[in-house]
């Protein structure tokens, strides 16, 4: 029996140079088909909390739109308590400017339109002192968003 040197036994267990080539190849690319799939996935969910994003913002809008009309109903209390700001049914057209209620409507409405978009509605209804606005508009390039999303404020003039 013949003993093994360490310098042959240290031989062994390094493989030749041939092998280790491939094997580092294999390696940087699973780690590039890994990075490219994680990249990918972050990139979806970027894309996600955007479209999410702004859902958000048009219900911020939304309720800041419904305060200001309010706060011009609350300007002309006489004219608000007996329905001179109403909109019934849901409707998508500017008002024709007149009347000062009616010039409140008009600009109100356009202003909806141009921070939420041609797709905005609104409805108005008060009996009294109790008044409800609805604002209505297009959600649905929000994931699993509504063609018809809506804020509804109720409040007391």
Do not use: H
């Amino acid at each position: 029996m013949t003993k093994m040197t360490s310098v042959q036994r240290n031989r062994s267990c390094v493989p030749n140079r041939r092998s280790l080539r491939g094997v580092t190849m294999i390696e940087v690319l699973v780690a590039v088909v890994v990075l490219a799939f994680g990249l990918l996935g972050i990139a979806t969910m970027q894309m996600s909390a955007l479209r999410n994003s702004q859902s958000s913002m048009d219900r911020s809008q939304a309720t800041v739109q419904s305060y200001a009309i309010l706060d011009s109903m609350r300007a002309n209390l006489s004219v608000a308590r007996i329905g001179g700001y109403d909109l019934t049914p849901m409707t998508c057209s500017t008002p024709a400017p007149g009347t000062l209620a009616q010039n409140d409507l008009s600009a109100w409405m356009t202003s909806l339109k141009q921070s939420m978009g041609e797709s905005a509605c609104a409805k108005i209804v008060c009996g009294g002192v109790e008044c409800e606005i609805t604002v209505q508009w297009d959600d649905s390039r929000n994931k699993g968003g509504s063609s018809e999303q809506q804020v509804v404020t109720r409040t007391r003039l």
